[in-house]
């Protein structure tokens, strides 16, 4: 059984073989070797997916290492495409993304929630950036207490309450896609 620092080692080092397809293969080898004596040292280290996401995190965007590594290479040797970009999401960054804009249309507020764990469980987002979408979660449920506590309290069937009941349920339905433009625009950098 692979356990979660072992699969986001393996997620990187593949992610770095994609990232440094275009280096000669003596700089790749050397590369890919050096990236995974550190790997497998750290994470040798940490007993907890926060000690996991940090050692990831050190190392930076392996599309990043490869650039850094190409630097003294004469630029005839790196065989990169012009447009050389990231790859695009994994299914599970696709399936939290989806479920932090979406799912908060079926489950107000759990679906969101569980694209968020989805997210935790991925190497591409940090703890940061994690933490502030589950801080953007917390702003809908503030919002829906909110709501209904002054719906509780208003004397006025139709005015205060209904005002207040619309907002937050507004403010419900509006975390979650708030929640997935945060993690669409800030992927895991360095």
Do not use: C, K
Not at 139 to 158: D, I, R
Request: net charge negative; proline share 6%; charged share 15%.
């Amino acid at each position: 059984m692979m356990t979660d620092t072992q699969g986001w080692s393996a997620a990187y080092l593949e992610e770095l073989e994609r990232a440094s397809s275009g280096l000669p293969v003596e700089r790749r080898a050397e590369l890919t070797a050096e990236v995974a004596d550190y790997l497998h040292a750290e994470l040798a280290t940490v007993s907890d997916t926060e000690g996991a996401r940090a050692v990831i995190d050190r190392l930076g965007d392996p599309w990043e290492l490869v650039a850094e590594a190409a630097v003294d290479l004469p630029h005839a040797a790196v065989d990169q495409p012009r447009a050389a970009a990231h790859p695009g999401p994994s299914a599970g960054e696709l399936v939290a993304v989806l479920l932090l804009g979406i799912g908060g249309i079926v489950l107000p507020l759990l679906g969101p929630a569980i694209g968020v764990m989805i997210m935790r469980s991925t190497p591409r987002w940090t703890a940061r950036q994690v933490n502030v979408t589950w801080g953007i979660l917390g702003v809908g449920v503030v919002a829906l207490l909110l709501g209904l506590v002054l719906m509780a309290n208003s004397t006025e069937a139709t005015s205060q309450g209904l005002i207040a009941g619309l907002l937050a349920l507004g403010t419900v339905f509006a975390v979650g896609p708030v929640a997935a433009l945060f993690a669409v625009t800030r992927p895991r950098a360095a």
